[in-house]
């Protein structure tokens, strides 16, 4: 019997959902063909069987949270009696015995399909990912107050850094609010800096408790639920902004030059944002420290440049990667990045396409945009927003003159990138732009 088992997507994945199942139970399946797709916090994707026979069991529904490598089906033989029946055996090829099934008792625990419980069982405080126990102690957070939103409700790495956000407490106090259920960020400190101490939880525990009044919804109003991709897209952007001290540099750039370069192309075409694309690439060459990452410990510059782009789909923001960016033409990274970005709206990711990312540039310029700030895509140090290119007035060595003029911003992580390395930086990628040089 094969273990069909939710897939690890990433490093950072801890837990996903199925979407759908493309089978039902009973149903043939062959190697290599989409047997159920989930939801990341990239995009939708299609995974495939590991092996050919029948699908005797699913054992995760749809929508429904589970850590990664849980088992959600089992495929064999169509006569093959299932592990609860007795008898039950693994191949590593067909019609290969091996030892019953065993399943793992985090995620699903019997041959019954998991389901939602409308009233789950109270969280094990002491139930947190190996990321969750190490944030813990970096923060002094204690983890029986962290309410887990996990499988099980298992502690994960996005519920500690919510419970560490903008709080500061001493350890004892962070201890006795746990204790006495009393919420860290309604109590106000009285230490240094507006530290919260001992006295300042058992000041708060003793206040009468308001009764909370139950707000009246407008009319015509709707409550969206959230889709998983929303879900995970949350807990990403706050993960981000929390723990990266981010910061902005903003350049206008004139345009000018790179128009009448892309004019000049005959042999293929290219869009401005290809020529951005390439221009970032070039300047990371350059500037190897703003390709690199926060390892807690120390920091990683990263060999290959893996270039980020955002991209805009029905159901929320999707960041395919273009590997090894560095060695691509511009010819060559403008076909990479439409086939990317084709199969990005289409919904036919796969996990190596959105995976292993260095640096991101998200561009809003066809939405008409003039600047923003973007929110660092980890595990990158540093994210450029593009604006719109729009003809506007300048003045050139005393003279009126009208340009195409378009603005971008890199956020930067100041743990990695300091100040004056990303205005370095970009005014390197603004005499690209300006000068055609690519």
């Not at 009696?81 to 008898?87: A, K, R, S, V």
């Amino acid at each position: 019997m094969y273990e069909v088992k939710m897939p690890q997507m990433g490093q950072s994945v801890e837990e996903a959902s199925i979407v759908m199942w493309f089978k039902k139970e009973g149903d043939p399946v062959n190697a290599g063909e989409p047997l159920f797709s989930i939801q990341t916090d990239k995009a939708e994707v299609e995974c495939e069987s590991p092996a050919s026979g029948i699908l005797r069991k699913i054992l995760l529904e749809p929508d429904v949270m589970v850590p990664v490598l849980t088992v959600v089906a089992l495929i064999g033989e169509a006569d093959e009696p299932l592990p609860d029946e007795g008898g039950g055996r693994r191949a590593e090829g067909k019609g290969t015995p091996g030892p019953s099934v065993s399943l793992p008792t985090s995620g699903v625990t019997s041959l019954q399909p998991v389901v939602p419980q409308p009233h789950p069982p109270s969280p094990n405080p002491k139930a947190a990912s190996p990321r969750a126990k190490a944030l813990a102690a970096e923060r002094g957070v204690d983890l029986g107050g962290v309410t887990g939103t996990g499988a099980g409700g298992r502690i994960m790495a996005d519920d500690v850094l919510a419970a560490a956000v903008d709080v500061k407490a001493s350890p004892t106090a962070r201890r006795l609010a746990a204790n006495m259920g009393v919420n860290l960020a309604s109590v106000e400190g009285t230490g240094i800096a507006g530290k919260i101490m001992k006295a300042d939880v058992t000041a708060a525990a003793s206040q009468p408790k308001a009764t909370p009044i139950a707000p009246t919804p407008s009319p015509g109003g709707r409550r969206v639920p959230l889709s998983n991709m929303r879900r995970i897209i949350a807990k990403r952007m706050c993960e981000s902004k929390f723990a990266a001290p981010h910061y902005y540099v903003t350049v206008e750039i004139d345009m000018a030059a790179a128009k009448a370069f892309r004019a000049s192309l005959k042999a293929f075409s290219a869009s401005f944002n290809d020529l951005v694309l390439f221009a970032t690439v070039k300047t990371l060459r350059e500037f190897p420290n703003v390709n690199a990452k926060w390892l807690g410990d120390a920091i990683e510059e990263v060999a290959d440049i893996n270039l980020g782009v955002a991209v805009a789909v029905p159901t929320g923001l999707i960041v395919p990667v273009l590997k090894q960016a560095q060695n691509l033409s511009l010819e060559g990274l403008a076909s990479a990045c439409k086939a990317l970005i084709e199969k990005a709206r289409n919904g036919k990711l796969l996990p190596d396409d959105y995976i292993g990312n260095t640096f991101t540039v998200s561009n809003l310029g066809p939405f008409g945009v003039d600047d923003f700030t973007a929110i660092i895509n980890q595990p990158d140090s540093a994210i450029l927003a593009v604006g719109a290119m729009k003809d506007r007035v300048v003045a050139i060595d005393g003279g009126i003159h009208i340009r195409p003029i378009m603005k971008i911003t890199m956020s930067s992580d100041h743990r990695v990138v300091d100040g004056a390395v990303a205005a370095q930086f970009m005014k390197r990628l603004k005499e690209i732009l300006e000068t055609a040089d690519f």
